[in-house]
Structure formats: C-alpha cells, structure tokens
C-alpha cells in the first residue's frame, strides 16, 4: 500500500510554516514528531468538554474523562498485541517507563525474578540511549549487582560474538533497544528474549523508536517488558507506556505512593490495587494519555505497514542521494534490512553543530549531538553526529532539501 503522502501531510498544521523564508522540513522525528489535526481536536476538545479528574467521581464530567482515558488504554494495548488492557501502565515518557522497572529489582525483593544482588548480572548494549542505560547504573550501584553490555561492529550492528558469555545464569535482566535511535539499526530483541528466558531472565525492549514506525507486536517480541512514548508517535508529550506481562507487573512494588493506587490506607499501613492502577499514584497525564488514543487511532486509520514500507522507500532514497554529497558519511548499517529510517551522519571536517545550524537556514530541521547516545559517538570516534529522522509525512522533495543543504554546508566550509 502506497501512502498518500500529500493528504497526510494536509493533516499536519505545522507544514504550513517556513522557517528562515523556506518551507519547512522537518527531519526530527526521532527527537519528537509532529501533530495531526485530529490529535490537536481531541485534546482541545477533551478540555473545552469533557475536562475532570479520572477515577474519583461519579458526575458526568469525571465519568467522561475515566471513560476516554480508559479508552486510550485500550486502544494501545490492542496496538501492540496486549493480552489485556491491565497490561499497559501509563507513565510520563519510556524513561519512566524504564526506571518503573528498574525500582521493582532489589535485594530484597518479594518475588525471586526480581532479586538482585552481588553476583547478579544486568546486560545492555553500547548502543543504548542513555535512559536505557543510567537507570540499571543506579540499580547496580544500589545491589551491587554488575552491568554488562553488547559491543557493537564496525558497520553498527550489535556484535554477539560472545552472546553466550554476556548472558548466562548470572543474568537476571537483558535490556535492548529494539531500533537504535542514533543509527537506526533494528536489533533481534525475539531472538534475545529466547536466550534470556532460557537462562532464567527477564527481558525489556525499549521501543521508542520502533512502535511509533512499524507493526509491534508483544507476543512476537517474545519480552516481558516494552516501554515506548506517546510524543514520537503523533501524540502529545507528557505521555509514555510501559507494556508488561501481568503476572509480573502483579509482582512488582509500587514505584511511587499517593492516590488512586491503594486499595485501603490507615496509618499503620497500606494496601495497594492491582496494575495497571497500583503504577499510576496521583492525578495522571488525562489529556495527554487521551491524545495518545487519538495517536493510536490515527496511525492505524493509516495502516502501521504502510507506514513503515513508506520509511523504507524514504531511507532507500536518503542513503542513495547522501551517497552523492562530497564527504558526507553515513554511521550505521546500509543494509535496509538491519536498519530503520533513523541515519546518523558525519560531514567530514565539519562540526554538526555547525551543519545543524547551516540546515536549519535552509528550513531545514534535524538534531546534532549525542543524541542521549554518547557511548555509540565514542565507539565510533566522532565528536557527535547529524540524526536525520524521516516519518510518515517524509517526502523524496525533503531530502531533496536535505541533500541541497549538505551542499551549502560544504560550500560555507570548503
């Protein structure tokens, strides 16, 4: 199925802008992606109508707002496969998301698969964002477990080369990126999953960057814990989901007290709800979680393999054209097969700051920097990267600009 690129991109209000006298091109979505109308409507409209807390009230105001946010969790757990909406635990963004599972580890944990302790083992990769990385640092720094991680190859793949000695019975969680978010490539989390299961351990996938962009599915993934957020995926910021298997969010302390999560309180002691309420203390995200559905419903009016066969075409032409720019180099797989839309590149002899702000007098919109993924930029020895990051509203005309953009760079530095 071919996208309609011009009627989705009609959707997108912000399209009508220019920026420095020329249209706008964004190639940030990686960083955050614009908002269709419909998502804008319904936020707006859930204010201006249905506005009132969830989950404490019995009028119609209170009842409406419960009812549309409860919707949103229904709504994302049939996006990505969920047995059950009790499944999906709201939470601020995938770093909440993640930290929410890094807390249910400790020493003395009730439940053993969440013990952890000296001897004990958490595996990551170098090519992890940072939220994917600091908060097992801190878990381990608390249990005196100890953090290992996946290489990577010098064309940007994960190198499991010594798979077997990375995760063993010492493993108690593995914790991976499922689509790289400075490079772009797309990891084999289901075969992982299969080797953590079979020592033992836990497995959560960080999907920020996958399920915004292609069909996900829990059950396929084979993990026990999927964090993604709602800003990367036509939603509003403020929003994030963890996905998690029942029994072990059932397993799982509270990450933080208030209302709304307990079942009794007396001042000797509390009693908590089940998930997916016992993780979503106080007033929750209501708008946002609600613009979220909005979101969900969206891409899959759109068709989630259409939206992804599309990035395919997209990211085909980009490697193509930027293959043609004197000096310019692109870090990560070529490969369309190991790889997603996302393409980190390094102008040779100049900063990406530098390039950045040059795009951007094109009306040109990427992200340079580390892109919260610092230890790939040192694995591969440059100072920091260009992150184009095309979407569903991407078209060959935006490259086009990109491409012409490098030249002017080149010609500003040569």
């Known amino acids: 199925m071919t996208l309609d690129v011009a009627a989705i991109r009609a959707d997108f209000p912000i399209f009508k802008r220019e920026i420095n006298g020329n249209p706008l091109v964004y190639l940030d979505s990686g960083n955050t992606s614009q908002k269709p109308r419909q998502v804008i409507d319904t936020i707006s409209r859930h204010y201006e109508w249905h506005n009132g807390n969830v989950a404490r009230s019995v009028h119609t105001l209170g009842t409406e707002s419960t009812e549309a946010y409860e919707g949103a969790r229904a709504k994302v757990a049939a996006f990505v496969g969920a047995a059950s909406a009790d499944e999906i635990v709201f939470t601020k963004n995938s770093t909440e998301a993640i930290n929410l599972v890094a807390h249910a580890f400790s020493e003395r944990a009730k439940d053993e698969r969440f013990r952890l302790g000296p001897g004990d083992e958490i595996v990551i990769s170098e090519m992890e964002h940072h939220s994917n990385i600091v908060p097992w640092q801190l878990l381990c720094e608390r249990t005196g477990a100890t953090l290992r991680w996946f290489g990577l190859t010098d064309d940007g793949r994960l190198d499991l080369a010594n798979l077997d000695e990375l995760i063993t019975e010492r493993t108690k969680l593995v914790s991976i990126v499922h689509y790289s978010n400075i490079i772009g490539t797309i ?66 302390p509270p990450f933080l007290g208030g209302g709304s999560m307990i079942e009794t309180v007396t001042l000797a002691g509390s009693t908590f709800m089940a998930p997916p309420a016992r993780f979503e203390a106080g007033t929750p995200p209501i708008a946002e979680v609600v613009g979220l559905g909005a979101a969900v419903d ?60 040059i795009l951007d ?54």
């Open 187 to 252: 990891n084999p989390v289901a075969a992982l999953a299969a080797k953590a299961h079979a020592v033992g351990a836990l497995m959560l996938v960080d999907g920020s960057q996958s399920v915004p962009h292609s069909p996900v599915d829990v059950a396929a993934l084979g993990a026990d814990f999927l964090a993604f957020t709602s800003h990367k995926m036509c939603g509003p910021t403020g929003a994030g989901v963890l996905w998690g298997r029942f029994e072990l969010l059932d397993a799982m």
């Open 298 to 357: 969206y891409l899959s009016g759109i068709g989630m393999a259409a939206i992804a066969e599309h990035e395919k075409l997209i990211t085909r032409y980009a490697l193509e054209a930027l293959a043609t720019v004197p000096d310019v180099r692109v870090i990560g797989p070529t490969d369309l097969t190991e790889r997603a839309a996302t393409i980190s590149l390094v102008v040779d002899g100049v900063h990406p700051h530098d390039v950045g702000q």
């Open 361 to 414: 007098a094109e009306g040109v919109e990427v992200r340079v920097g580390h892109h919260c993924a610092r230890p790939v930029c040192v694995r591969y020895g440059v100072p920091a990267t260009t992150r184009v990051s095309p979407y569903l509203y991407t078209t060959t005309g935006d490259i086009d600009a990109l491409v012409r953009g490098l030249y002017a760079v080149r010609k500003v530095f040569d």
